[in-house]
């Protein structure tokens, strides 16, 4: 039978442990984005105009093709087939020109498309 000494057996156990807390963790984290992330599909796009309680995004422009079509009307987007939403919201953290990200759950299928969004945030 082999013998194990125990230096080897203390390192062993402290190979254990580390492994197990790295298991915990990585469940913490999981449940973590599992709870915190909503449910919705995530977009993302510049806002466009805004207005008493909503506001107009471009959705998946990128900064250069904001830059084109920021001075242009709803028409004229709309005209362009510019892939446009309307999101309801009621504050006014938000400035025409921010590129955000948004999570809905239902979109009313209109053109430019309207939805309720779970959850906004101003993206850098």
């Known amino acids: 039978m082999i ?3 125990s230096n080897v057996k203390q390192e062993l156990k402290f ?3 580390f492994i197990l807390v790295i298991l915990i963790l990585i ?3 999981t449940t973590y984005n599992a709870i ?3 449910d919705g599909m995530k977009m993302e796009g510049y806002i466009i105009d805004i207005k008493e309680e909503r ?3 471009a959705k998946g422009v990128t900064e250069s093709e904001y830059k084109q079509l ?3 009307s709803v028409k004229e987007l709309m005209e362009n087939e510019v892939d446009l939403i309307y999101l309801d919201y009621k504050s006014s953290k938000f400035n025409k020109g921010n590129h955000v990200q948004f999570w809905v759950t239902g979109v009313n299928a209109s053109y430019p498309a309207q939805a309720t969004p779970e959850k906004i945030i101003k993206l850098e």
Do not use: D, G, H, R
């Open 70 to 72: 920021k001075n242009q």
């Open 36 to 38: 915190n992330e909503p």
């Open 55 to 57: 506001i107009l995004v």
């Open 27 to 29: 469940v913490a984290w």
């Open 3 to 5: 013998s194990i000494n």
């Open 15 to 17: 190979f254990m442990i």
